[in-house]
């Protein structure tokens, strides 16, 4: 897995230094992938984590949400983003309740939802991972693939 260093994180989602520690290290919103681990040394990020922190940028710009509040949140989404893959994120939106709890879903069953919901699409954020940590889509591999008869 390629693991990232800030200076990537902070292009990659538009944080700055500054917001970028007090989130990472001094709250503890979204924890690094590997700490630092003594002086001089540089966190790392997975794509996993970038995705979070974009998410978190956009909760926190287009909603106003406050981010502390939402600690939980994070964490149970660090947790299920590490069991998920991610070509199998394509297509796919995060969905919150009113409640805090969320669950990945397809964003054209949404429209019998009986309740409240806010609705991260993650096609685009997806895209850009996809470019700037080398990811592939599995649609994109199949020219790599022979041409064979089937009979």
Partial sequence: MRL??????????????DQLRE???????IQPDAKPHGPG?????????????????????????ELHSQRSLFLALSQRL????????????IAINAE????????????????????LQLDSH???LSREFGLVEPIRQLPLFPARAVI
């Fill in 126 to 128: 997806l895209e850009i």
């Fill in 23 to 29: 989130w990472t290290a001094r709250r503890g919103l």
């Fill in 4 to 17: 990232v260093k800030a200076s990537e994180v902070q292009r990659l989602t538009g944080l700055t230094a």
């Fill in 100 to 119: 805090g709890s969320f669950d990945i879903v397809d964003p054209r069953r949404l429209e019998a939802a009986s309740n409240d919901l806010l609705v």
């Fill in 41 to 65: 040394s540089r966190a790392l990020y997975s794509w996993q984590t970038v995705l979070l922190l974009r998410l978190a940028v956009v909760l926190k710009e287009a909603f106003h949400v």
């Fill in 82 to 93: 590490e069991k998920t893959s991610f070509p199998a994120l394509r297509g796919a939106a």
